[in-house]
């Protein structure tokens, strides 16, 4: 099969109405090389970055409550910063370049999505939210 390990998307394929962070970026945790007191953190296994990630919630209208918080892992060298606050809004509002989604079943049985970008900046001024690809991308999105 052609499509083996993370499959490249869009920003707006995952996030057709944008997003917005809700959370701090956060170191993620090597449970395999971790121990009792003494964090180690997580490395991307094909390359090598160090793995953070922030919680952002989904702006779509029709993703259930339960679905709008996602976690997004950045792959970087160092602590991504988020974007400056925008005045006059309640969450930053973020995008995210060289998307990936890997599917996987979760603990419930359910097809899930783990998120991976390359860079975290603020969204492009100037421009509308993109519409999905296709219908695939949105059902995509909802299942994780």
Known sequence: MALQGPIPVTFAQVFPHGCYVV???????DFDASTNGRFV??????TGELVWQV???????????GQKTVAVKIL???????PAPMPGLPFTPVEFDH?????????????????KVREMRA?????????????????????A
């Open 23 to 29: 959370g701090e970026v956060e170191a993620v945790k």
């Open 41 to 46: 953190q997580a490395r991307d296994k094909s």
């Open 55 to 65: 919680a952002v919630m989904d702006a779509d209208p029709a993703v259930k409550p």
């Open 76 to 82: 970087a060298p160092v602590q991504p910063v988020p």
């Open 99 to 115: 998307v990936t989604v890997t599917p996987y079943v979760n603990g419930t049985g359910r097809l899930a999505y783990s998120i």
């Open 123 to 143: 969204p492009r001024t100037g421009t509308a939210p993109a519409k999905p690809a296709t219908a695939t991308a949105t059902t995509a999105k909802d299942a």
